[in-house]
């Protein structure tokens, strides 16, 4: 007997990936050489030592303000966290001003998290309302990868929405005419012009615009590092991960990861129809200029030949052109009437 199930392309990732008992990151470890990937804070310390240095820089331009919060959103194994308090440590006029938070939506991560950073006097936040109404920094790794998308193909100028189809235990993708035009009321302005192919996250939208919102009112900027690209037209980007290798995103639902490339042309346009300026740069620009292969030369210092190759390895893997330099990009998002560009330098 056929049993069938019609249900968007975002509930689909959304079920894969975040439903209560079943979902992939709401139970599995994703993180690391055993599991499914490695993101930047797990290849090399100097990853978190850069962005902190970054993060008091920030706070000096903000004239030092006493009371600041630093809010990680989608923290997964809590490693950036953990290691932004370690450095922030060695500041001590700007440690003593930070109220530390993790936005975390897995039940199950949230417990290692807590575990890894027992005793530092974090807080964990489902609700935005819950923070302290102080100037903020909201960061967030591989973040944005993470929420579900939806995908609209154009065929003969008539739009189509990706549906996903359950026939007899198999996903199958389908076509469903869709009035492309509401959804350009959600976001605010025409994102599909001149598009023929559009992938877009209206749960992400949402929540950018919480927070754009926050900033505007409270303070303070928003810093993203993620996969992606600038200044293309928009194409299929959705991904599905296990054991480090590609695989096919509707076979074993929930137990592999899902994600899509960041369009940062879009995101800084959306920043700015929320009232922020966004500027962007590459991972490994932003690394260097705020210079991890100085760091990378003291840390080597006295180490071994084996430990040397092994911190310049990592470091070339974050910032290689051919490696995660490129393809990763950061997006800082602050109030139009401040301007803050280290480390955007190009
Ligand atoms: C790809 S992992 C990245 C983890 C970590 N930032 C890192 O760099 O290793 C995505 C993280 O975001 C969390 N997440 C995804 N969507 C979320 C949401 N809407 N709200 C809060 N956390 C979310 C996931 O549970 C996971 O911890």
Redesign the pocket.
Known sequence: MNQKKLITLDSFIDEA??HKRTGY??KKY??GKKGD??????ISILFSEMITIWIVLYWESLGKPKKFNIV?????????MLNMIKTSKNFPNFFKNLNFYI????N??KEI?KKKLKGFGLNWI?NLNNLKKNKTLFI????L???PIKQFIKKDNIWYEKYVEKVNNKYLLRDIKVNIKKYSKIVGFNFFNQEKFVEISL??IT?LKKISVFIKKRGGGILF?DYGFLNKKMFNSLQSVSKHKKRNFLLNKGKQ?I?HLINFSFLKKYFYHCGLNAIITTQGNFLKNMGIMERAEIMSKNKSFLAKSDIFFRVKRLTDIKQMGDLFKVIFATQKKHEFKKGFDV
């Open positions: 990936l975040y990151y709401m994703p993180f990937f490695i993101t930047a804070p797990g990680e959103l989608g923290s997964g194994d809590g490693e950036l936005f975390e939506k897995s199950y991560l998290q489902s967030g790794n591989e973040f990868d993470a929420f749960n992400q929540f590092i990861d994600t």
